[in-house]
């Protein structure tokens, strides 16, 4: 049930029909919403650039989370106004749309938001100022398309540049050397022997796997697939294969049968049907290819009678669990996957002995999400049954074997030389604590979506604010063409834009008005790349120094932080809903 909060009549103006008392209570709400959004603008904002801070996040859990990500930050904080989530919100939005600026989006809405509350001072209606912030927008985005520079794909260095800029204000910022060519070699490498003809790329064609011990130097791309644990070694079963020739034992099966409904009314035909359907799909999730001995799905319990039943039921077992094998290593396969189960042995030590002692490398417990990637990359097909094995359905590689990583001695399976090459990348990530494992982690997935922004949209721009200050020099050069109350509120924008070199300065130590001085002077003339070299601490030329971002970061940007800011500008009451 919604709740309105009711105010007693009050006097109205002829001039346009609203109360007073309705307009405090818009303004009210208004303020209190810019104020809550400022808020979550003003925590994050020292973690923007090069120079800004990380944050130390201790959850619910008892997790200790170390990340300057704006988005990862965002999600985590326990935020409870509906405004301020709506930043939150943005946040998230530029991370599943570019990847990047995830916390510049969310510094530049607060900018604006302050710049709302300046022209609502003045008596500028909020829908006049919601259409003017859409105006400016648009007009941002078509100076920064025409500034923009194009990219081809084949051009690794540009790419490489691109993510490192992207490095660069992340925890593991040193290791970007290393990191930027394994992000951009990495999308590379899914696209294809032509990136040029590609719109888009799936990043989950790319598989992180985490081992704890050595350094984030030690991370490594794997052209195949590795699992974060050795093979069983069972009776001195191989420890590596060549040409090899892979099966996939997975869940499967099915269930028969049918309901009698001829009588049923269609309402209790459409009820069973469902009820057959879910009780179907059950028990093909939990039927299982088991390399055991057969078990029913109900607790019973034989009896044997004497040592010769006993020696009858174990002759058996071995014969049904042999027969197995031997129709494993008959199809062709020397490496068998085998998919984890919790219902039911998948396995027990006499197949893996039986398989040890016919050569054949064996890795248990795949996990049931990673079936469809292994598939992928080894070009293999799940076996749901043994007598649906066949050659047809292996895989293959030219090399499988277990690896000792150093550092940690810990063991992994590497699958080399896989039949379908360019499917999909294994990135093999390297950490001495789990903190660091984790922050690489989102580190370099952020780099590979400025990656996948440039298949996207495949331009590139200055960075260190030198876009942000282009834009906000032409738009006020606008605002001087423009009449009425669009001038201020371009005005206004234009001065909000302003917030990411500020911003960016502040953060470097640096003085941040006399940089923004310097950086509006530097573009008046014409340097279009003039942006803040925090290492250096002056303003310099951004292509010069290879300090470049991909467009759709940018303009993603400006155009969610100001379609979220209308969007809350817009917002005259509160509605609770019980």
Do not use: W
Not at 314 to 343: F, H, P, T, W
Not at 395 to 407: Q, R
Not at 518 to 533: M, Q
Request: charged share 20%; hydrophobic share 40%.
């Amino acid at each position: 049930m919604a709740s309105i909060i009711q105010h007693p009549p009050a006097m109205s103006r002829p001039a346009n029909g609203e109360t007073l008392q309705e307009r405090s209570k818009g303004r009210d709400v208004r303020t209190s919403n810019i104020v809550a959004a400022k808020a979550v603008a003003s925590a994050i904002r020292t973690s923007l650039g090069p120079r800004g801070m990380d944050k130390l996040m201790q959850l619910p859990s008892g997790e200790v989370l170390i990340s300057n990500d704006g988005a990862t930050i965002l999600s985590r904080m326990n935020v409870l106004h509906p405004a301020a989530k709506m930043l939150v919100e943005c946040s998230v939005s530029q991370d599943i749309e570019a990847g990047d600026g995830t916390t510049s989006v969310v510094v530049l809405a607060g900018a604006l938001l302050d710049a709302c509350s300046g022209l609502l001072a003045k008596g500028i209606h909020p829908a006049a100022i919601a259409s003017s912030f859409y105006n400016a927008a648009e007009a941002c985005t078509t100076v920064l398309t025409s500034r923009a520079l194009p990219v081809d794909m084949n051009d690794r260095e540009s790419l490489i540049n691109a993510v490192r800029t992207c490095l660069s204000s992340k925890v593991v910022s040193q290791d970007s050397d290393l990191l930027a060519p394994l992000a951009v070699d990495s999308v590379l490498g899914i696209l294809g022997p032509n990136p040029g003809s590609a719109t888009n790329v799936d990043l989950r064609d790319i598989r992180m796997v985490e081992q704890l011990g050595g350094t984030v130097d030690d991370t490594e791309l794997v052209h195949g697939l590795v699992f974060d644990k050795g093979s069983t070694k069972t009776a001195g079963g191989p420890g590596k294969i060549d040409n090899a020739k892979i099966a996939l034992l997975q869940g499967g099966g099915g269930v028969g049968g049918g309901i009698e409904m001829e009588n049923a009314s269609p309402r209790e035909r459409r009820n069973l049907t469902t009820h057959f359907n879910n009780l179907t799909d059950t028990l093909n999730a939990h039927s299982r290819f088991c390399l055991s001995a057969p078990k029913t799905d109900m607790d019973n319990s034989v009896v044997v009678s004497d040592y010769a039943a006993m020696d009858r039921i174990l002759r058996d077992e071995r014969k049904y669990i042999l027969n197995m094998c031997k129709k494993i290593k008959k199809c062709g396969a020397n490496v068998v996957l085998i998919q984890k189960s919790i219902l039911r042995d998948a396995y027990n030590e006499l197949s893996l002995h039986f398989l040890a002692k016919m050569g054949i490398l064996v890795v248990t417990d795949v996990e049931r999400t990673d079936v469809e990637f292994v598939c992928r990359t080894l070009g293999c097909t799940p076996v749901p049954h043994v007598d649906s094995l066949s050659p047809e359905k292996l895989g293959s590689a030219d090399h499988v074997g277990d690896v000792v990583l150093p550092g940690s001695g810990h063991k992994v399976v590497k699958f080399v030389g896989v039949a379908n090459p360019g499917r999909t990348m294994t990135v093999l990530l390297r950490g001495s604590n789990d903190l660091v494992l984790a922050e690489a982690n989102r580190s370099i997935h952020d780099a590979q979506c400025v990656v996948r922004s440039l298949v996207k949209e495949r331009h590139l721009i200055a960075g260190g604010g030198a876009a942000e200050t282009e834009a906000s020099l032409r738009l006020r050069e606008l605002s001087m063409e423009t009449t009425g109350m669009d001038s201020h509120c371009f005005r206004a924008y234009a001065d909000a834009l302003e917030v990411i070199p500020y911003t960016l300065a502040e953060n470097a130590g640096l003085k941040p008005i006399e940089i923004v001085t310097e950086l509006r002077k530097a573009h008046a003339e014409g340097n279009v790349g003039a942006g803040i070299d925090v290492k250096d601490g002056c303003i310099s030329d951004m292509y010069a120094k290879n300090v470049i971002q991909p467009l759709l970061v940018t303009t993603s940007a400006i155009k969610l932080a100001t379609e979220t800011v209308c969007m809350i500008l817009k917002v005259d009451d509160l509605v609770v809903v019980a």
